[in-house]
């Protein structure tokens, strides 16, 4: 079975534009999640997505967005890019299934994203 | 308010020595999940444990065992005869139970991560 796979891997973007970060979950996987990865926060929860909704959001600026679409597949947008917001975005993917039960997460590569 | 505590930043061993990773938590709520995370150069993060609050019992797989204990809230981790190949970045996370169809989700709460290097 695929892992999670998350593009593109690599992005370089200027102050004041905004980028768009895909995520395919792994086949089944329902939940979708965000984490932003930076060498001063450390590892950081963005919000997460199930059945097409957002269902938690971390502590973080409206620029930060996200979908998920009916393939269970999502997006994050950044809008207004600043440079403190250079980070490795990890996507991670959970089966999400059964009442109280929570499953382990599962993480993509991550894509590098760079702002100057 | 959950948190995760990993005292230790940084850690050096000389190859097959034994070596464990260190981790705290805190949280209200009585019903957690606990895991370790493992951080190749690569950045992947790989799962390597999951555990829930109810179950205290100590875990081994192969040289990975994981010693939970709800009297000093500590999970920590033990490499033993480390290798080359254990060289990463570890992250212990904390959870809150999730239930479908409620706000909880399923974000985890990581720890600043402790790096391990193993030499030869």
């Known amino acids: 079975k695929a892992g999670v796979t998350q593009t593109p891997r690599y992005l370089i973007k200027t102050r004041g534009q905004q980028v768009t970060l895909s995520c395919s979950p792994i086949s089944g996987h329902r939940s979708v999640s965000w984490y932003q990865q930076t060498p001063g926060q450390g590892l950081q929860f963005l919000f997460e997505y199930f059945s097409e909704t957002q269902r938690n959001k971390g502590n973080f600026p409206g620029r930060f967005s996200g979908r998920q679409f009916s393939n269970s597949r999502s997006e994050m947008n950044v809008s207004t890019l600043e440079l403190g917001d250079s980070a490795l975005y990890l996507c991670?993917?959970?089966?999400?299934?059964?009442?109280?039960?929570?499953?382990?997460?599962?993480f993509g590569p991550g894509t590098r994203l760079t702002v100057t | 308010a959950q948190k995760v505590t990993q005292a230790q930043t940084e850690i050096s061993v000389v190859e097959k020595e034994d070596v464990t990773l260190d981790c705290v938590y805190e949280t209200r709520d009585t019903t957690y999940y606990l895991f370790w995370y493992k951080q190749p150069p690569s950045g992947e993060l790989v799962f390597l444990i999951r555990?829930?609050?109810?179950?205290?019992q100590n875990e081994i797989s192969g040289r990975y065992s994981w010693n939970f204990q709800k009297s000093t809230s500590s999970f920590n981790f033990t490499i033993t005869a480390s290798q080359v190949v254990d060289s990463a970045v570890y992250f212990c996370?904390?959870?809150?139970?999730?239930?479908?169809?409620?706000?909880?989700?399923?974000?985890?709460?990581f720890g600043k991560g402790t790096s391990l290097l193993v030499t030869p």
């Open positions: 555990r829930n609050s109810f179950d205290e």
């Open positions: 996370a904390l959870s809150l139970s999730a239930r479908l169809n409620s706000n909880s989700g399923y974000a985890l709460n």
């Open positions: 991670a993917s959970s089966l999400a299934l059964g009442d109280r039960e929570i499953n382990e997460q599962y």
